[in-house]
C-alpha cells in the first residue's frame, strides 16, 4: 500500500487537477464551447470529435435540434475545447479513485481519510452527471451554477482529506467550535456566495451577449443589480479575509505558538492573501476594460482557490498542537 507521504501528494495533485478542470471550464464559459458537443457521453455521436464538419452528417444541425440542443455552426476550436474539458474530468474521475484506493491504509488508523476519499469519489460521479444534465438542458444558467459549486464540494472534501491525512497517528481535529471556527465559517461562507454571485452575473452578460443589442463596452452597465451586489460584497470580502489573517497570526503568537505560524497556517495565510489580491486586480479589469475574454476564466479559477485556501487555514488551525505520529 502507499505510504502516508506518496497519498499525501496524491491528494494534493487531485485537487491541483480539479483546479485545472475550473479553469478550463471557465475558458469554456469564455469562449462559448459549452454546446461544443452537444450530445453526452459522445460528441456529434463520436468518442473522437471530428475535426471538420464534411465528418458530419449533411443534416448534422437538424438531427441534434430535434433533440432540443441549440447547435450552431459546427466549430472546430469549440468543439474540442469542450472535449478536452470533459477529458480532464475523465482524468480527475481516475485520480480520485486511485485517492480513494491509496486511502485503504487509513481504514485501520484514521477511517475518516478513506471514507471522505469515497465521498469525494462519489461526488465526482455526480459532477459527471451534472455535466450531461448541462448540455440536456442547453447550458441552462442555474444548471452551471450548480455545477460550479459542487466542484468547490469535491476540492473542500479533498482538503479535508489532505490535511486531515497529514499528521498520521495524531489525533485530527481538536472537539467543539470556538470563536475562530465562527470567524472562518463566516469568511468561507462569504467567498462560496462571492463565487456564486459570479456566476450568476456571468451567466446574465451571456443573455446579454446572446441578445446581440449591445456592444461588449456595455455589457457591464446592462447585467443590473447581480453586478452591483457583487462587486461591492467583494470589498467586503476583501476586509473579511485581511482581518481574519491579522486576527488569527496574532491569536497563535499571543498563545505562545510562534513556531507553528512558521508552518503551514503562514503559507495558507499568504496565499489566501495573494489569490484575494489577484481576484479582486481581475475583477477591477473585467469591470472597467470591457470583460476581456481571457481574463474572466482566472478571475473565477482566483476566487476559487481563495475558497479552497481558507478552507485549509481553517483546518490546519484545527488540527492539535503537537503531532504524536510518525
Not at 85 to 93: D, H, K, P, S
Not at 113 to 121: K, P, Q, T
Not at 186 to 195: D, I, K, R, Y
Not at 311 to 318: C, E, N, P, Q, T
Amino acid at each position: 500500500m502507499a505510504t502516508a507521504r506518496t497519498f499525501h501528494r496524491l491528494a494534493l495533485i487531485t485537487v491541483v487537477a480539479v483546479y485545472l478542470l475550473i479553469l478550463v471550464g471557465g475558458v469554456v464559459r469564455a469562449t462559448g464551447s459549452g454546446m461544443g458537443c452537444p450530445d453526452w457521453p459522445k460528441c456529434f455521436g463520436r468518442w473522437v470529435p471530428p475535426t471538420d464538419v464534411t465528418q458530419l452528417p449533411a443534416d448534422y444541425q437538424e438531427l441534434y435540434a430535434t433533440e432540443g440542443h441549440g447547435v450552431a455552426e459546427f466549430n472546430v476550436a469549440k468543439t474540442w475545447t469542450e472535449y478536452v474539458n470533459r477529458l480532464i474530468g475523465v482524468m480527475i474521475g481516475f485520480l480520485i479513485f486511485a485517492t480513494m484506493i491509496a486511502a485503504r491504509r487509513f481504514l485501520k488508523i484514521d477511517p475518516p481519510v478513506f471514507w471522505w476519499s469515497a465521498v469525494a469519489f462519489v461526488l465526482v460521479g455526480f459532477q459527471g452527471w451534472l455535466g450531461s444534465v448541462v448540455v440536456a438542458t442547453n447550458l441552462a444558467t442555474w444548471m452551471v451554477t450548480v455545477h460550479m459549486l459542487v466542484a468547490l464540494v469535491i476540492v473542500g472534501v479533498l482538503l479535508y482529506v489532505v490535511v486531515r491525512a497529514r499528521r498520521e497517528g495524531a489525533p485530527a481535529f481538536e472537539s467543539g467550535w470556538s470563536r475562530s471556527d465562527t470567524w472562518f465559517a463566516g469568511v468561507v461562507g462569504l467567498s462560496l456566495a462571492q463565487v456564486t454571485l459570479g456566476t450568476q452575473v456571468r451567466e446574465r452578460i451571456d443573455e446579454i451577449a446572446a441578445s446581440g443589442a449591445f456592444p461588449r463596452s456595455q455589457w457591464i452597465a446592462e447585467s443590473g443589480l447581480v453586478t452591483l451586489i457583487h462587486r461591492s460584497s467583494s470589498l467586503l470580502l476583501v476586509a473579511a479575509c485581511v482581518a481574519l489573517v491579522w486576527w488569527l497570526k496574532r491569536q497563535v503568537i499571543a498563545a505562545g505558538d510562534a513556531r507553528s505560524w512558521a508552518g503551514p497556517q503562514r503559507s495558507l495565510a499568504r496565499l489566501t492573501l495573494a489569490t484575494l489580491a489577484l481576484s479582486f486586480v481581475a475583477g477591477v479589469l473585467l469591470f472597467y476594460f470591457a470583460l476581456p475574454p481571457w481574463l474572466q476564466p482566472l478571475h473565477m479559477l482566483f476566487a476559487s482557490i481563495l475558497a479552497g485556501a481558507l478552507f485549509a487555514l481553517w483546518l490546519v488551525g484545527s488540527e492539535p498542537a503537537v503531532n504524536h505520529g510518525t
